[in-house]
């Protein structure tokens, strides 16, 4: 998960600025797609204006093996709220 202040929504994403945000995520295989893994808060804080959050997947084998197969990655409730100091 890596998230930008300069990318403006158009344009190759690559040509922008991009800044991991290193979340929890599951280790090792999984293979009925049943082992969720919480990756727990990650603090957005330190960025005030607009930003752009992406997930990028890099597949784990790559073209030309016996296989030719790659891995999954999956995603599910992804929440983004403001926590409010008292």
Partial sequence: MVISTDYDGNGNPCNFTWT?????????????????????DVDLSSFRDIVYIA????????????SDKTTTWQI??????ESVSR
Avoid: C, H, Q, R
């Fill in 20 to 40: 991991a945000l290193n979340p929890v995520l599951a280790d090792g295989p999984a293979d009925d797609y049943s082992e969720w893994v919480s990756s727990g």
């Fill in 55 to 66: 997930f990028k997947y890099d597949g784990a084998d790559p073209s030309g093996t016996a």
């Fill in 76 to 81: 599910d409730n992804v929440l983004i709220f």
